[in-house]
Structure formats: structure tokens, C-alpha cells
């Protein structure tokens, strides 16, 4: 399994970025996906998943702010984060799993890609 990600940068607080992340050399499209950060200093953390039915779950520090998403016929997986502020300043990655909440528990079937790089500050 290969992960990609893309669309991190830098932005003001209360800006917006979308973060994408293509997957292949995964035959079974009923898996769990989702991002995680890690911000300087510290250990990497769930963000949110998404289920192959569409079932979202997020970090309370999200909630409200990102909307995860995925395209099953492009395996591709959408981070939308809105009203970002210094606090989200990380390095994103996405990974997978085969079942409902293992994820949230560090509980991942890849490798990690090389994350994207998301900055806010003023």
C-alpha cells in the first residue's frame, strides 16, 4: 500500500486548506480511512476517519472545523479544514484500516508517506 499526500502550505489563522491523499495497491474497498498530524515536538495524533459507508469520526479538537471525505472510484481521501488556527501547524498524514475505530487507536495497515506540511501563522 502506497499513500500520497498533498494540498498542505501555509496560511492565516482562520483560513482554510484542503488536504488530499491517494492510495493504491489496495484491493478491498471496504476500509476505514483517515489523517493524523504531528506537530513539532510532538507525537503524531488522530485527526479523523472515514468508513467505506461514509461514517465519519474526529478528534475534539476538529470537530465542527474539518470535514473529512473520500472518493471511492479515485481512492482518494479529502481533509477539508476551515477556521484553521496555530494550534493545527503539523506535518498531515492518512492511513487506513481495515475496521471501525482502529485508527483511532494507532491501529494502521501502511506505512507512512511522506505527510504534507501545514503551517498557520500570522
Known sequence: VQLVESGGGVVQPGGSLRLSCGISGVTDSHY???WYRQAPGKQREWVASISSFRNTDYATSVKGRFTISRDTATNTV??????LNPEDT???YCNGAS???ELQRNNFFASWGQGTQVTVSS
Open 90 to 92: 503539523g506535518v498531515y
Open 32 to 34: 476505514v480511512m483517515g
Open 78 to 83: 479529502y481533509l477539508q479544514m476551515n477556521s
Open 99 to 101: 475496521g471501525w475505530g
